[in-house]
Nanobody, 120 residues
């Protein structure tokens, strides 16, 4: 299973941010999809996650500003905000937990990471 993210780059504080991530490969099922981020010198942290039923969970730092949702038919998860802040600067990693056709046990899958830099 591979995860490919798009979006990010240089964004202006107070403006929008749009990230998308699509899973591909020998997917049997995906339980949760979501986003983590890692700022320079910091540990990786959860940003938002959504399960196959559409239930969402957010970090306190982004609650009310970020929205995540899934397109299950396309194995895609989105992360959006219309009000990005300087402290949102980080490398954002797409994550999925699911199983593939060769091994029906659940595994964690990670995308390569996409840099988001917020400028003032």
């Amino acid at each position: 299973v591979q995860l490919q993210a798009s979006g990010g780059g240089l964004v202006q504080a107070g403006g929008p941010l749009r990230l998308a991530c699509t899973a591909s490969g020998s997917i049997f099922s995906i339980n949760t999809m979501g986003w983590y981020r890692q700022a320079a010198g910091m540990e990786r942290e959860l940003v938002a996650v959504v399960n196959s039923a559409g239930d969402e969970n957010y970090a306190d730092s982004v609650k009310g500003r970020f929205t995540t949702f899934r397109d299950n038919a396309r194995n895609t998860v989105h992360l959006q905000t219309n009000s990005v802040k300087l402290e949102d600067t980080a490398v954002y990693y797409c994550h999925a937990r699911g199983s593939n056709w060769y091994d029906l046990n659940e595994h964690d899958y990670w995308g390569q990471g996409t840099q988001v830099t917020v400028s003032s």
